[in-house]
Nanobody, 116 residues
Framework: VQLVESGGGLVQPGGSLSLSCAAS????????LGWYRQPPGKQRELVAA???????NYADSVKGRFTISRDNAKNTVYLQMNSLKPEDTGVYYC???????????WGQGTQVTVSS
């Protein structure tokens, strides 16, 4: 099983970034896909998640600014991040949680830095 994130980088406050996570080795449509982040010196937290059926949920801090989506044909989940703030800085991790099996997989993480 592999989850490979891409799209992180440095962006100014107010800017946008788009993250992608390509999955292999799993029945993608049977997994809830999530994006988590770990700010410097803090614990990992859920940013957004999307079920196989397309139901989404977001952390309050990102509602209205971030959008999670998935393409089951491409085994890929996306996170569009707009109006970025310095507090959005952290390592962003892709997560796949089996909705039936409860097996849990993580990507290696991608750094997002919001700074002027």
């Amino acid at each position: 099983v592999q989850l490979v994130e891409s799209g992180g980088g440095l962006v100014q406050p107010g800017g946008s970034l788009s993250l992608s996570c390509a999955a292999s080795g799993i029945m993608f449509s049977l997994y809830r896909l999530g994006w988590y982040r770990q700010p410097p010196g803090k614990q990992r937290e859920l940013v957004a998640a999307i079920t196989g059926g397309g139901t989404t949920n977001y952390a309050d801090s990102v509602k209205g600014r971030f959008t999670i989506s998935r393409d089951n044909a491409k085994n890929t989940v996306y996170l569009q991040m707009n109006s970025l703030k310095p507090e959005d800085t952290g390592v962003y991790y892709c997560n796949a949680l089996g909705q039936l099996s409860r097996t849990n997989y993580w990507g290696q993480g991608t750094q997002v830095t919001v700074s002027s």
